[in-house]
């Protein structure tokens, strides 16, 4: 899935970032890109060796060792950490993008981490990689054409190896360290050091925070305000910090992948208050209530399903929630072009759909799910001209380019 989003992007640009969550893989799916050119080049910004070579040398990688006369690929790992690669990249970029292939992955977000510096507007493609989500370990995707005619559609031949995934992912997560060992214990190990030196490591020392107890309290209260808005003054409260302080380490979490958010749908029929946001966390093992980790891990597979679809060029998709003044909500919208296109809701059990869905469905005149967390076999529901699926998620989500 990753390669094929690399190639098409590559083909039209000669510099492609590729971001997202520390151990989703970034590292592995570039040297796995690397085995298709002859001539290659890995730098690393985290070995002190290879961090040298950009102070010694800007233009080292023309050293690089040729087998052939083709194009040669420069892969720059985790160069956001150099404070100035922005600059830098833009000057490699003006200079060489016509006889190289680069390569930038980072585990900030690339872009939109740093303000400062020339814009890199026009000289590169982006693209992210996430853990891993069912419809990449089921190798089950629909095209997004099959998918934007047919949201509804249930693959058939989806069996009982789907919903083990789904489990494992269930109380190991998608990281692939903790879920390829298949062990408790393996995760639990990984959870507990994961968050505290992302924290203390990276966004210490590139943001020069201080309060690092304060902020790895904050990550900490998170798993609890999982499903429901979410509270800046309820956690500064908490925390007795400023609201403003809250404020700004969520968006740093954000930019690090601890955590992604989604807005409210602010079309004609909704609440519109536009500052509002649900969160959820990439590591969500660590949400103790069962519906709110369910709720979690459906997130998860939308947010990666949306930002790939708008990488590849797909549209202008979003995902959001959905509240009116009656307070009535659903879990998830998802638009295009700034026009509704699906709504899905979860439920753990629940295989009537909630009338909240119903009445948003009415209103929006668009295709509806209801994800529920048991059951092998699914229901179609009319409501007025349009229908609402009621199926297992394991079912469901692998459908999703």
Do not use: C
């Not at 939109?112 to 000289?123: F, P």
């Not at 298949?182 to 968050?195: A, E, F, I, P, V």
Request: glycine fraction near 4%.
């Amino acid at each position: 899935m990753y390669v094929r989003i690399w190639e098409e992007l590559s083909a039209e640009k000669s510099m492609v970032f590729l971001s997202g969550p520390r151990q989703a893989g970034k590292t592995t799916l570039s040297k796995i890109i690397a085995r298709s050119f002859a001539n290659k080049l890995y730098l690393n910004w985290d070995i002190a060796e290879h961090r040298a070579l950009f102070f010694e040398n800007p233009s080292f990688f023309e050293g690089v060792e040729r087998k052939d006369d083709s194009v040669p690929l420069i892969i720059l790992d985790e160069i956001h950490k150099f404070r100035d690669w922005k600059n830098y990249l833009k000057g490699v970029y003006d200079r060489y993008h016509e006889d190289y292939k680069f390569l930038v992955t980072g585990s900030g977000r690339l872009d939109i981490y740093q303000k400062g510096g020339d814009s890199l507007a026009g000289r590169y493609y982006i693209f992210h990689i996430f853990p891993f989500t069912l419809s990449e370990l089921g190798k089950t995707r629909s095209s997004i054409k099959v998918f934007l005619n047919k949201p509804l559609e249930i693959n058939k031949d989806i069996g009982r190896n789907i919903k083990e995934k789904w489990d494992v992912a269930t109380n190991l997560s998608g990281f692939p360290e903790p879920y390829l060992s298949g062990k408790d214990t393996t995760y639990r190990r990984w959870s507990n050091t994961y968050s505290h030196q992302l924290i203390r490591e990276d966004i210490r020392d590139m943001l020069d925070i201080k309060s690092v107890t304060d902020i790895e309290t904050l990550y900490l209260l998170l798993p609890s305000r999982v499903g429901s808005p979410l509270s800046i003054p309820s956690l500064a409260n908490d925390i007795k910090v400023s609201y403003n302080s809250v404020r700004n380490w969520l968006s740093v979490f954000e930019r690090f992948f601890l955590i992604f958010s989604i807005p409210t749908w602010t079309g004609k029929i909704s609440r519109a208050i536009q500052k509002e946001r649900k969160v959820y966390l990439w590591d969500y093992p660590k949400i103790k209530d069962v519906a709110a980790r369910f709720e979690n891990m459906v997130a998860a597979e939308l947010f990666r399903a949306v930002t790939l679809w708008n990488d590849s060029g797909y549209g202008d998709f979003s995902l959001h929630f959905i509240k009116n003044k009656e307070k009535q909500e659903v879990d998830f919208l998802i638009a295009n072009n700034r026009e509704p296109f699906l709504l899905v809701e979860t439920k753990l059990t629940d295989t009537q759909p909630s009338k909240p869905l119903l009445t948003f469905q009415r209103a929006l005149n668009i295709p509806a799910v209801q994800l529920i967390n048991k059951g092998d076999g699914y229901r179609l529901i009319s409501n007025d001209k349009n229908k609402i699926l009621i199926a297992p998620a394991y079912k469901w989500l692998p459908h999703l380019p």
